[in-house]
């Protein structure tokens, strides 16, 4: 569903992403795993056209769109759920829901999809009146994962889910990720729990200062020796 190819992404002088290829199977969850400052956001970034590379390539679907602008790739089938949940504060829940389907063009089935998405998160439903910036942390996120879904995305790119959240709530998230997934919506996932991360994955990439060092079964690498001591402590 997704191939990236050689990416380089620079930040004027900084030499952000350095080559990185990898790849997203349809119906998959696949993590990228690696310290802060690893490229981890830069790669999301990338993929959603919020950044263009400098060189490389983006497939999305079978499609390049290596250059294609963030609201078509949106309208596409793929959904971008930020680090640090980036909700409209001042807006109600109900209309940051809205603001996640307005690339839809089937306007008439979206009262089935907001019915959808209040049976899974029944706490929005009781707060959809509610400005959201007046939410707790993991109230923001399960309206930005929310948001995220009422664009129906055949793809969902979730950039550190469980930052900030108390551990109760880092396993709700994370039971929501699989349950999307298991509906058909196929995930990449970015998040410094890699032990978290690496539980509900198939597949794990391993990032360090712009480059993949280590890639194969998610499963497998909660056994590898190296990927405990750096990153499970």
Known sequence: MLKVDNIQVYYGAIHAIKGISFQVEEGKIVTLIGANGAGKTTIMHTVSGLIRPQS??????GVDITNTRAHTIVEMGMAHVPEGRRVFAKMTVKENLEMGAYSRKDKGALEADYDMVYSRFPRLKERRKQLAGTMSGGEQQMLAIARALMSKPKLMLLDE??????????DEVFNIIKDINKSGTTILLVEQNAHKALSIADCAY????GNIV?????KEM??????KKAYLG
């Open 161 to 170: 889910p469980s930052m900030g959240l108390a551990p109760i709530l880092v």
């Open 214 to 218: 280590l890639s194969g079964d998610a």
């Open 222 to 227: 909660l056994d590898n020796e190296a990927v």
């Open 56 to 61: 490389g390539s983006i497939a999305f679907d």
């Open 206 to 209: 391993v990032l360090e200062t």
